[in-house]
């Protein structure tokens, strides 16, 4: 059994023990030379001798194999599995939060927006794991595998039970997951579990977290959810009604179907349902009569053309005009779901971060959203627009790169939306310049994405010295066309950074003291230029970075004193 203090593999030390279950513990755990914190998992082979043990050694190996071939925002990440004498140690990502099971214990049943917007990122998870190559089954949603992190967004956790689905067999082949969430074909019976499985499980928990009544408890009966709570929404409980349907077929079929309703859970309460059936009506008559009257119908479908792009364009407006970064971003978003193949509201909600200097997390919820929508706004503006989806991929990347709030997710967050549009920039003259800086930001964010895992295998040699010579190409391209003033003040900082944090590094693989040096002198030169009728957040930017200087030079010369 692991002990507080205690150094596992050379790497880890543990700092404290942050759960128990009946056959294993978690354990906080920091690697000091990373200075980096990781959850370590303990499976004692003590328990060797439980009738228990081959199912849990079987879903252990499931969950390292699993998450290992895995990268999603809502999912851990596996970085090492130990596998000694007394115990079996997976060492993964630690998740600061806590589950939505402590939270229903702590405050009972949840806000209906919260639940909603929980909702859509587990279905967006979900998706994520059902579109596999090989379809992967979590089997076993409920709140005590559901983290919560001081951001609003939910991690996925414990993959025992999951499975990969295959295609030629006709039922699992044992039967896992918790009475009162788990499907009714998850205990046998009904052919194997498949991603509808999942959504019963959703649903179940969803249910829970509404009405703070565990469907685990006898009678493991699902009641409407307004039996519970009459002021939560009919359309909702619409929703989580089908998804638990005891029959598969009678379910959502997928997690993208469900996405759909759950964006427009409001449309399907009564009252809105009564006010569709009535316009549906004159809708109808109004049908009949222009069958009578086609000329008329073609000038009504002109003239509703004329009104769509004047909707657009309010919306557009209202926009522009609002003081509030938050409800500009929001109206954005509208003007996209209103005609999701005009290139001018993707544009101006990158404007509005370039504007304020701030990608936040509320904007990139509302951006991933977008993404993850079965409506396919994305898509389809994709297939309609190529050119200009690449050229927001483009800015996206920036915004990631340059401006988002989390330091850390900064680079790793940007690297799939410069390689989305350099797809499209590849054979574009006109994007020529574009693609040569996509293409480092690309590589520079692979070194950050690879360093962590090369430091702790020992293996990090020579990937400074490359990735200097990337910031150098980096620098270059921008001073042969400078990108806008914060843009280049950021890109700045960030050598600067790089320069106090990675000195040693780069001594050992080559990079001379000069050449650093020369680097933060022509930065410092530059910026004295750009100080000219600067504006004061230009200005606070250059002082944040000459302050920077001071510490990189210190620390490049202590690193070449040997």
């Avoid at 595998?145 to 001081?150: E, V």
């Avoid at 498949?194 to 009544?213: E, F, K, N, P, V």
């Avoid at 690309?442 to 990937?463: C, N, P, R």
Wanted: hydrophobic share 35%; glycine share 6%; aromatic share 10%.
């Amino acid at each position: 059994m692991l002990k507080i203090g205690d150094l596992v593999d050379g790497k880890y030390k543990v700092l404290s023990e942050i759960g128990h279950g009946g056959m294993s513990t978690v354990y906080l755990a920091i690697n000091e030379k990373a200075n980096k914190t990781w959850a370590i998992k303990e499976v004692r082979k003590s328990f060797s001798n439980s009738d228990n043990f081959d199912i849990l050694r079987q879903s252990l190996i499931i969950e390292t194999d699993l998450l290992k071939k895995l990268k999603h925002h809502h999912l851990p990440s596996i970085i090492d599995v130990i596998d000694d004498d007394d115990n079996f140690l997976i060492v993964m990502d630690y998740i600061e939060g806590h589950t939505l099971e402590f939270i229903l214990s702590e405050k009972g049943a949840q806000n209906q927006e919260d639940v909603v917007d929980w909702a859509l990122q587990l279905c967006e998870v979900l998706d994520y794991l059902h579109t596999q190559p090989t379809p992967i089954i979590y089997r076993d949603m409920k709140p005590s595998n559901i983290m919560l992190k001081s951001d609003g967004s939910v991690v996925l956790i414990d993959f025992g039970t999951a499975r990969e689905y295959k295609t030629k067999n006709t039922s699992d082949t044992i039967a896992l997951g918790t009475k009162g969430y788990a499907a009714p074909e998850q205990f046998g019976g009904m052919g194997q579990t498949d991603a509808r499985t999942d959504i019963y499980c959703l649903g179940t928990t969803l249910y829970q977290l509404l009405t703070g009544h565990n469907p685990s408890d006898p009678p493991y009966d699902i009641y409407p959810i307004t039996y519970w709570r009459p002021e939560l929404s009919t359309g909702l409980e619409k929703i989580i009604l089908k998804c638990v349907q005891k029959d598969p077929k009678d379910r959502y079929q997928s997690a993208g179907e469900l996405i759909y309703d759950l964006q427009h859970y409001r449309d399907f309460d009564n009252a809105a349902l009564t006010k569709y059936r009535r316009r549906a009506a004159m809708f109808v008559t109004c049908v009949s009569l222009s069958v009578l009257c086609c000329i008329s119908g073609i000038l009504l479908k002109y003239v509703a053309d004329k009104k769509q792009i004047s909707k657009y364009n309010e919306i557009i407006q209202m926009a522009n005009r609002t003081t509030s970064s938050e409800e500009a971003a929001s109206l954005y978003m509208d003007a996209i779901a209103f005609d999701c193949e005009n290139p001018m509201a993707y544009h101006n909600f990158y404007e509005l971060i370039i504007e304020d200097g701030i990608f936040s997390l509320e904007e990139e919820k509302m951006l991933l959203r977008l993404n993850a929508s079965t409506s396919n706004y994305l898509h389809t503006f994709e297939q309609k627009e190529p050119l200009e989806y690449a050229d927001f991929c483009y800015e996206i990347g920036n915004a990631y790169w340059f401006y988002h709030v989390r330091e850390e997710v900064r680079q790793s967050g940007a690297v799939s939306w410069f390689e989305t549009a350099n797809r499209y920039y590849i054979d574009l003259p006109d994007k020529e310049m574009e693609y040569k800086r996509g293409n480092l930001y690309i590589e520079i964010g692979s070194f950050y994405k690879k360093v962590l895992a090369a430091q702790i295998a020992g293996t990090d040699s020579g990937m400074y010295g490359e990735y200097w010579r990337q910031l150098s190409k980096l620098k270059a391209l921008n001073d042969e066309q400078p990108d806008r003033e914060i843009i280049t003040l950021r890109m700045y900082r960030e050598i600067v950074n790089r320069c106090t944090e990675y000195s040693a590094y780069m001594q050992e693989d080559g990079i001379s003291k000069e050449e650093i040096l020369s680097m933060i002198e022509q930065i410092d030169t530059d910026m004295d230029e750009m100080e000219v009728n600067a504006t004061s957040a230009v200005k606070e930017e250059i002082s944040g970075i000459r302050e920077g200087i001071v510490n990189a030079i210190k620390m490049v010369d202590s690193s070449y004193a040997f």
